[in-house]
């Protein structure tokens, strides 16, 4: 069992810059694949970035590409996404998962989330 706890959320406005951290328990991490996901208001949850255990990044598209950066430390069963440049469509609440597989459909430990909010 993998046990996910985020943080590092909160109101910044546009064009600030947030790092949140994703600390992991109850085994190491080293072996999993490490990702992202966010859920806006009314929306459904998405993904945006991954990180296997052996490198090789991910992103979701144009839309965080150059702006967030996804990385982990397996000894310090962390894993970060540093985010520049926010935008208000930002604004979700972001989960952290985790998952065995270096390419999972579908991933097998979720944390509760931590709220991002970007004001205009």
């Known amino acids: 069992q993998v046990q996910l706890v985020e943080s590092g959320g909160g109101l910044v406005q546009a064009g600030d810059s947030l790092t949140l951290s994703c600390e992991a328990s109850?085994?190491?991490?080293?072996?999993?694949?490490m990702a992202w996901f966010r859920q806006a208001p009314g929306k459904e949850r998405e993904f945006v970035a991954r990180?296997?255990?052996?490198?090789?990044?991910?992103y979701s598209g144009d839309s965080v590409i150059g702006r967030f950066t996804i990385s982990r430390d397996d000894a310090k069963n962390t894993l970060w996404l540093q985010m520049n440049s926010l935008k208000p469509e930002d604004t979700a609440v972001y989960y952290c998962?985790?998952?065995?597989?270096?390419?999972?459909?579908?991933?097998?430990?979720w944390g509760q989330g931590t709220q991002v909010t970007v004001s205009s």
């Open positions: 109850g085994r190491s991490i080293r072996g999993y694949s």
């Open positions: 998962a985790a998952s065995p597989l270096q390419i999972p459909r579908n991933y097998d430990y």
């Open positions: 990180l296997r255990w052996m490198g090789g990044s991910k």
